[in-house]
Every structure is written in structure tokens, then in C-alpha cells.
């Protein structure tokens, strides 16, 4: 049975139908983290189908486990009894999509690491790390806050923000930074901009890549939460963004994420239903497995 | 090499407090009062500063005299330009608390924050 038909269903579904049914959905703001989990495994699906229908169309007759033979083929580690010129296109095709990502991918934490790393040598002698702010301290007179994620992470206020905010004001923008270092956000961000550059007129690229930045930042707020009052954290923001120097976000293009926020930090706090999360957890964990079975069904393998 | 790193802040840190040229001699000597440090290994760290592009010296007796290129408050400001430039880049690299914002956003932030105030109360 050739899964190709079924494969390209399948991407369509997630590439075009599912980011408009995530817009539609309310509880992605409720739970961020785990809606972002979600944005990331419909990418993986989608990429895993593309790559796995460009072999199916090649080589029709086959499942995956004759794929993995073919590829062995290829790569002359198998015993070399006839791959065919089209399945050998189906196999380079299949490799493009999965190269493609890797390529990208690099291309972006190369790229934004190097403008960190620059950044940091710099930051570490100008600045004065100050143990109390648990951030590194530059005198500038305009407010501003940010971290420089990866390996060395840094925080940074300057004294323009410092005089600015109080000092619970502080320590909550300071944990919602940490919880951005914490968590690795930076990857997840690549990994979207990296879907987004090689898919890029995709619905679920476009719409993956605006609400992703979105997420982190209110994923970040959760956790700055948990430890300071709403109030702090929103009064935080408001004197942030009207005294403050950063730039307009690039990725956003859906607005002032600002207001979305702090709306929702204001709000009732409410966490998605319990046996939606669960539902939600399954989607992701299933959507990037189900390329697979389709491309082998267990009864054919 | 953390603490390498540290010595280079450490003695940009002396320079620019003093803001005249000063020699090695005077740097290990006031990083002694906090600590102890060998003359040779703020020499070599110097010389590394210098040719870094952040430091200049000229000979005065047998000494060298040392003084930043700039001052702390320039390197602030390139950094913060570098950090608050905008760019395609920026979001991977760089994350802000907050993101810039128009007037009329800040008003309609500021007047949901009221609101808020309003019905806590």
C-alpha cells in the first residue's frame, strides 16, 4: 500500500487546518507552555510527512522498513540488489527536507550566538555584576531589562530600570528572565524560526512563528508568578514599556504582546482544564508519531 | 579562564574609577587590598587588554602608563544601542522583558492596570 496519498493528507491537515483551530482555541493562553509544546510537535509532523511522502511517491510499493532497506542501499551498508534511479530520488528528496532543518536550524543558534557571545565580552567588563539583583548592572540611564540565554547566561538591568522599579518590581523581572534562561526558550525560538525559514509561506510556519515568541513570554510570566504578586509583575511591565528602551518585536507581528499579557496577568488565573491538558499532551506526543504509522502500518511491518 | 575574565573587569574597573593613566604597580596594589594577586599576571592581563583594543599605554621611566580607550560610559551605551538595536536576529539572541511601545499602547496599558486596581478593590 502506498501511504504517500495518506501522508500528504495528513501534512495538509496540520500545515493549513491546525494553526487556524489553535488561533480559534482560548485555552493556548491559559496553558503556554504546554500550547507551545503543541506549535512544536505539529512542525515536527509536518516535516516528518513531507519527507516521508517524498519517499513514498518514489518508491511506491514500499513501507518503511523496505525504506530503511533502500536507504541501505543508498549508503552502500546493504546488499546492493537493485535501487532504482526513481527510489534513489525519492531518498535524496526526503534528505533535502530533513538537511534543510538541520541547516537552518544551525544557521539560526550559530548566528545568535555569536551576537551573544560579542555581546557578553563586552557586558563582562563594562557591567557590575550585583548579587542582590542576581543581574549584571550597566549604567545607562534608559530602562532596560533583558537576558543573553545559552551556556554563560547573563541579566541585565540598567541603572535607568534599577531606579525605575522597586525592588519586588525587580526581583519579578529578573525571575521572569531566569525562567526564559531556565527553560531553554532560546532553542525553542530557533527551532520556530528555523521551521519558519524553510517553510516559509506555510500557514503553520507563519502563524507558529508570531505565536511562539508570544508563549515563551507568558510561559516566563507564569513563572515569575509563582513566586511574586500579580500586581508587581504588572506594574513591572507597565513602567517597563513606557520608560523603556527595547526594540519593537520583529517576530510579533500580531501587536502589543505587551497588553496580552498583562491583561492576562490581571485576570482570573485559571489554568486550562486538567482533562484538556491531558488531551492537549496526548496531541503532541501523537501528532509527530502518527507520520509513522501511517508510513508503516504495524499489520504491514 | 573565569577568573581571567574577571581580572580584565577588575582592572578596567580601577582605571576607569581613577580616570588618569595609571602603571600595573598601582593596579596590583589596590587589587592587593582586597586580595592577593601577582604582579606578573596583571601585567600579562594588561598587555592582553591592550591588545584587545581597550587599553592604551605609553613608556613613562621604565614603566608602562595604561588608560581605557573609552570610557565605561561609552561602552555602555555601544552595548545597550547593540542590545536595543533592532534586528532580524535580536529575538533569537536576546530576550526583552518587554518590547517597545507606542504612546496609545502604553495608555491602554496603564488604563488596564486601573481598571484592575478598580476591581480589587
Not at chain 1, 10 to 32: C, D, E, K, Q
Not at chain 1, 207 to 212: D, M
Not at chain 2, 55 to 65: N, P
Amino acid at each position: 500500500m502506498n501511504a504517500a496519498p495518506a501522508l500528504l493528507g495528513y501534512a495538509a491537515a496540520v500545515g493549513w487546518v491546525a494553526p487556524r483551530v489553535m488561533l480559534r482555541s482560548s485555552w493556548p493562553h491559559r496553558s503556554p507552555a504546554l500550547a507551545a509544546t503543541v506549535w512544536i510537535a505539529f512542525a515536527a509532523s509536518f516535516s516528518l510527512c513531507v519527507a516521508l511522502a517524498a519517499l513514498h511517491l518514489a518508491t511506491p510499493q514500499a513501507h518503511l522498513h523496505g525504506i530503511l532497506y533502500s536507504c541501505q542501499v543508498a549508503l552502500g551498508i546493504g546488499p546492493t540488489t537493485g535501487a532504482g534511479a526513481v527510489e534513489r530520488v525519492g531518498i535524496a528528496a526526503s534528505a533535502v527536507v530533513v538537511a534543510a532543518h538541520v541547516v537552518s536550524f544551525a544557521f539560526h543558534a550559530l548566528r545568535a550566538r555569536g551576537a551573544r557571545n560579542g555581546h557578553r565580552r563586552i557586558l563582562d567588563k563594562v557591567g557590575r555584576p550585583s548579587a542582590g539583583l542576581r543581574a549584571t548592572v550597566i549604567d545607562h540611564g534608559v530602562p532596560a531589562a533583558y537576558c543573553l540565554p545559552g551556556r554563560r547566561p547573563r541579566i541585565v538591568l540598567s541603572t535607568g530600570a534599577v531606579e525605575l522599579l522597586s525592588r519586588a518590581e525587580l526581583g519579578a523581572v529578573v525571575e521572569h528572565e531566569r525562567a526564559h534562561i531556565a527553560c531553554r526558550h532560546h532553542l525553542v525560538l530557533v527551532a520556530a524560526q528555523s521551521f519558519a525559514t524553510v517553510f516559509r509561506r506555510l500557514p503553520l510556519a507563519r502563524h507558529l512563528r508570531e505565536q511562539i515568541p508570544l508563549l515563551l513570554e507568558m510561559a516566563a510570566d507564569d513563572r515569575a508568578l509563582r513566586s511574586y504578586p500579580h500586581g508587581v509583575l504588572a506594574t513591572a511591565m507597565v513602567e517597563m514599556a513606557s520608560g523603556g528602551a527595547a526594540p519593537r518585536g520583529t517576530l510579533s507581528a500580531g501587536g502589543p504582546t505587551a497588553l496580552v499579557r498583562l491583561r492576562r496577568i490581571l485576570g482570573p488565573a485559571r489554568c486550562a482544564h486538567p482533562a484538556l491538558r491531558g488531551v492537549m499532551a496526548a496531541t503532541a506526543v501523537m501528532t509527530p508519531l502518527l507520520p509513522l504509522l501511517l508510513a508503516c502500518p504495524p499489520g504491514l511491518g | 579562564m573565569r577568573w581571567l575574565g574577571d581580572l580584565e573587569a577588575e582592572i578596567l574597573d580601577c582605571l576607569w574609577k581613577w580616570g588618569r593613566p595609571a602603571t600595573v604597580r598601582e593596579v596590583v596594589d589596590d587589587i592587593n587590598t582586597r586580595r592577593p594577586s601577582a604582579y606578573s599576571t596583571v601585567m600579562t592581563v594588561a598587555t592582553i587588554l591592550y591588545n584587545k583594543g581597550w587599553l592604551t599605554r605609553e613608556k613613562q621611566g621604565r614603566a608602562w602608563l595604561y588608560t581605557p580607550v573609552r570610557s565605561r560610559e561609552a561602552y555602555s551605551a555601544a552595548l545597550m544601542e547593540d542590545a536595543l538595536g533592532a534586528s532580524e536576529d535580536r529575538p533569537a539572541a536576546l530576550a526583552y522583558f518587554v518590547e517597545r511601545m507606542t504612546d496609545e499602547e502604553v495608555a491602554a496599558l496603564r488604563e488596564a492596570l486601573r481598571t484592575a486596581d478598580r476591581t480589587a478593590e
